[in-house]
């Protein structure tokens, strides 16, 4: 029996030497964001994400941290807006 092998994700070496997260948006109902250093605000209307360099901000409608590990997360839901502070 053939061993699946894992598809990995290639980074530009720009933005891994930003350290900048990897952002995923699935029309407007999921979110997944790679290099999440910490949630810092969670409600049904907002989520705010720290990942080191930047907090990405999310506002929408029912909003639900779906699966969230050491530095990954996913957010599901209604999503309305996406913006960045530096």
């Known amino acids: 029996m053939k061993e699946k092998q894992k598809e990995t994700k290639r980074r530009s070496p720009f933005l891994s030497s930003l350290n900048a ?6 029309g407007n109902r999921e979110l997944l964001i790679e290099g999440s250093k910490g949630v810092l605000e ?3 209307d907002s989520v705010r994400i720290n990942t080191g360099g930047m907090i990405v901000n999310v506002s929408g409608r029912e909003l639900n941290l779906r ?6 997360l996913i957010i599901d839901g209604f999503i309305m807006s996406l913006s960045f502070t530096v």
């Open 21 to 26: 997260p990897c952002i995923e948006l699935s």
């Open 67 to 72: 699966c969230i590990s050491d530095s990954a």
């Open 42 to 44: 969670y409600s049904t």
